[in-house]
Each structure stands twice: as structure tokens, then as C-alpha cells.
């Protein structure tokens, strides 16, 4: 009986190792998908074993790359979408989405565009969301959202979901998400309009940094008594936001926001100047202006 034991184990064995083995393909990864790749896989064609007869998603994931970062997807030179089944022998070239190229007609992966860009948060992207609201983006942030939440909200609301979690974009029900590479905020910032190519749908200074509401604008008998005296003797236009109350208007802080905003704009080749509309600061309950460095932590907003 033992003979016959320690033989049924070796015969599993040499089972369990054939079928690891059954499988293989030869698969590329281009551009900045390598990011998420071991290093020794980076920038070059490597064999990859499979079990069974996967879908090219659950095998590209496999190997750390979130399905939101792919663009296309060629089987044999034939573009294919995530379901596709993958076959021992297939030639797999995997591409991140292309800039210069207009590819459409071979799409098989991509979702359809939303038709108005918006944005949700992981938490630890604070001050990003501070940045994007400023720029005119509908972004909704909180600290204290969880993963699910997250994953649902962007794909019941439809909006993007941007976030240093990899794993968490791998989950099936989200269509349009962006892994942000960047520890610095402003760097983040850039990444984004880049990926989604938002240079020139920015509207700045029309959200509440704090709420995300669409301010509104208020006459200046309004806003006296609640801004320092100084500044309504200066001032002439002001906004209020119709949640928290806070007033905003051109102070301090203009300069340096719309002077980023036009930064930004120059380095990606569309230098346009920037709308004069109205910037924030501090309410007078609060006193002092609005810092967007200071206002949008990873903690609050």
C-alpha cells in the first residue's frame, strides 16, 4: 500500500508539472507598460506558460498590468479584444495607448470615450484632487473610501478612476482608470491631462476646491461682511459656493494657480491664455487665502 501511495504521488506530480508546462506563448509589452513589468521582461519578447485556455485580460494581468493601461491588444498581427481566448503558440504584442497614431479602426479594446471627462480619487491622491477641481475637472475624493466604493462609483457614475493601486484597477468592473506614476501633485496633474489629452478642456476656477459644487456668482453687497474689509474695497467679482458657503475671488493666489495652469499649457504645445475668471480665497470666517498646496492634503480637502 505504501508502494502504491508514494506511485500515485509521483504520477500527480509529473501531472500537475506536465500541465504547467502544456502551454506557452511569446508576448511584448510597449512604452510605459513595462512599468509594471520585471525587470528582465522589460522592452523585449519573453515566453509566458498558461493553464488551460485563458483570456488574453486574466493573462496580461497576470503579470502585473492593469487592463485600463492597454490600448491594444495584437494576437498573431490580429487586433483582438480582452475575451479573446489565448492558444499555446499565439504571438502577443501589447500597447499602451498611442499618441501620434490614429488607430481606431482596430480597436478592440478601448471603451467608448466619456462623453464629459470626471474623475475619482483613491486616497491617496488629496492633493490631486485639489489640483484637478481647480483646473475645472468634476472630481469626487473623500479619505476614507473603500476599494469597492471606489470601483463601483467609477463605474456606476462613469467616471475615471485614478489611483496608485494597481490591483485595484484590475477589477472587471472598471472601464476607465489611470495608474498615477508621480509622487508630486503638480507632476500627477500633468500625467492626467496628458493620458486623456484634457489640455484644452480645462475651465479653471469655476469648482469649489473643498466641495466640487460649480460656484456661483454673487453681487458684492453679498459678500460684504464676509470677506476683509480690504478686500472688498478691492475687489470687484466675487463667487460663493452654494454648499459650504465659502466666498472666492481674485486674491493672492491667482497668479501662482493660473500661472501653473499656463505652464502646463506651454510644455504640451497648447499655450492659450488663461480665462479671466475668478480665483479663491479664504473665506474671512477662516481668514488669509487659499493655498491649493495646503488645502488639498491626503487627509482633507
Known amino acids: 500500500m505504501t508502494t502504491c501511495v508514494a506511485s500515485k504521488g509521483i504520477v500527480w506530480r509529473k501531472r500537475e508539472d506536465s500541465r504547467r508546462m502544456a502551454s506557452m506563448v511569446s508576448i511584448r509589452f510597449y512604452a510605459e507598460l513595462n512599468d509594471f513589468l520585471l ?9 509566458q506558460g498558461f493553464n488551460g485556455w485563458p483570456a488574453v485580460k486574466a493573462l496580461i494581468e497576470s503579470l502585473g498590468v492593469p487592463h485600463t ?13 480582452f475575451s479573446c481566448r489565448v492558444r499555446d503558440g499565439n504571438r502577443i504584442s501589447v500597447y ?9 479602426p482596430i480597436l478592440r479594446v478601448r471603451p467608448e470615450p466619456l462623453r464629459e471627462p470626471s474623475f475619482i480619487l483613491d486616497t491617496h491622491l488629496g492633493r490631486l484632487a485639489g489640483y484637478l477641481r481647480m483646473a475645472g475637472f468634476d472630481t469626487l475624493y473623500q479619505n476614507d473610501y473603500a476599494d469597492e466604493a471606489l470601483a ?14 494597481r490591483g485595484l484597477l484590475k ?3 472598471v472601464t476607465h482608470g489611470y495608474l498615477v506614476r508621480s509622487d508630486n501633485p503638480q507632476e500627477q496633474l500633468k500625467e492626467v491631462l496628458h493620458r486623456f489629452d484634457l489640455f484644452n478642456a480645462m475651465k479653471p476656477f469655476r469648482l469649489c476646491i473643498r466641495c466640487n459644487e460649480p460656484l456661483r456668482a454673487i453681487p458684492a453687497t453679498e459678500a460684504k461682511g464676509s470677506v476683509p474689509r480690504q478686500v472688498w474695497e478691492q475687489a470687484r467679482s466675487y463667487k460663493s459656493c452654494p454648499v459650504c458657503g465659502r466666498i472666492y475671488w481674485k486674491g493672492s493666489h491667482y497668479q501662482k494657480m493660473a500661472g501653473l495652469i499656463s505652464r502646463i499649457r506651454e510644455k504640451a504645445g497648447r499655450a492659450v491664455c488663461v480665462t479671466d475668471e475668478l480665483q479663491h480665497d479664504r473665506t474671512a470666517k477662516e481668514g488669509g487665502s487659499i493655498d491649493a498646496e495646503k488645502e488639498t ?5
Do not use: M
Open 39 to 47: 525587470p528582465e521582461k522589460r522592452q523585449v519578447s519573453f515566453s
Open 69 to 81: 493601461e492597454v490600448d491594444l491588444i495584437l494576437i498573431n498581427q490580429e487586433s483582438v479584444d
Open 96 to 104: 499602451p495607448v498611442f499618441e501620434a497614431l490614429d488607430i481606431r
Open 152 to 165: 463601483s462609483a467609477s463605474a456606476g457614475e462613469k467616471r475615471i478612476l485614478l489611483t496608485r493601486d
Open 171 to 173: 477589477r472587471s468592473v
Open 297 to 301: 492634503g491626503p487627509d482633507r480637502l
